[in-house]
């Protein structure tokens, strides 16, 4: 304990302060709170065990009167990476862009580019749209090309007592509470699932995955 | 879930059905909205809390816009300081967490913020004998996460600082697709 509060005079994660950050939630100045700020990402063998689900999380901490009125932006790209090769460079992407009321998702694609910048791969043979769930209904999936898809608020789905976990880093607690307090209990988020056969993204082995927002 | 809709795109179908022949199965055809542009990146995320954790604040926004292959380079040595000043037991010599990598090793790994899944079998994020084959929505990630920093190499050292006692979700995850909870 006494060793942890070394942190306090080198000041690695007394950053924290008052933002609650935490899977990725508000996790860097230039998009903390902003509409392509990720707040998780999740991916994990389907209910079909030959298919894989990829779940984005995107603008954080939305109380249930804040959900209704939380859209996607039509400006900002959701687009999940996944490198089967082992360099860590995407093979093939699956791309979500919102457009009037809709979600629609290119890949899995071969990107003609890779990195920072991407253009929307409308060419792809896969891919499919869904109608954004709006908040209060029943969740809206389109099954299409071998994929599922939806996007709208759900719960987030991410735990963690960040509370505690700030008081510990501030020097206002020696350690964890033996009952936790869920932060993040009672927020939602904006979520994209998409899920797809493991045939067109690798078949076997393991692949990479990462999440990223890009903006026009 | 007994009430989902699955939607038929019946649109999409009759275009489809129109345009569609064997040497040419774009999905998307017709009058669909302008996708026109580049977009540039502003986020990313492999596993949870590696930018929140190990990256200082004037180096968070960098991290977000450096590619996952460049990572380790720019960010090992950051990272490695920095779980040394959070858990200073990793200088002490042969010191290494239960997964038995150092403190170089570990951050090596976590340095490079790609979630690694395999598609061979169970998804997670560590559950006692699978480790880092994917991240399941009930994954206790941030425990996980606080053994590997303060735990030790039998998961036993600092009690108080490598359990956070939240253990699961404030709502049931479904079993079907969408998985995740009816939001609040």
Known sequence: MKNFKRILGIGVVAVAGFFIIAADHIDAPAVKGGNSDITDFYAFQGEDTNDLVLVANVQGLLSPAATGSAVFDENVLIEFNIDNTGDNVEDLVIQAIPRDGKMYFFGPVAPSQTGLNSVIETSSTYGGDVEITPYGSEPIITSTSGMALFAGPRDDPFFFDFGQYTAIIEGNATGFNATGNDTFKGTNVLSIVVEVQKSMIGGSGTINTWVESKRK | ?184
């Open chain 2, 1 to 184: 879930m007994k009430t989902i809709k699955i939607f038929a795109l019946l649109l999409l179908t009759s275009i489809l059905a129109l345009n569609c022949s064997n040497s040419d199965e774009t999905v998307i055809v017709g009058n669909q909205p302008d996708f026109s542009g580049t977009y540039k990146q502003e986020d990313q995320m492999g596993r949870p809390a590696i930018n929140t954790v190990f990256v200082n604040e004037a180096s968070k926004d960098m991290f977000n816009v450096t590619i996952p292959s460049n990572q380790n380079a720019s960010f090992q040595s950051m990272f490695q300081t920095n779980l040394e000043a959070l858990s200073p037991a990793f200088t002490n010599p042969g010191d290494m967490n239960a997964l038995g990598q150092t403190s170089e090793a570990f951050t090596g790994l976590l340095a490079t913020d790609v979630l690694n899944v395999s598609l061979d079998g169970k998804t997670t994020f560590y559950d006692g004998t699978n480790v880092l084959t994917g991240r399941g929505l009930a994954d206790d990630v941030i425990t996980v996460e606080l053994l590997l920093i303060f735990g030790g190499e039998d998961f036993k050292e600092n009690p108080t600082l490598s359990d956070d006692n939240v253990d699961a979700n404030d709502k049931e995850f479904l079993t079907s697709f969408p998985y995740l909870a009816a939001p609040w």
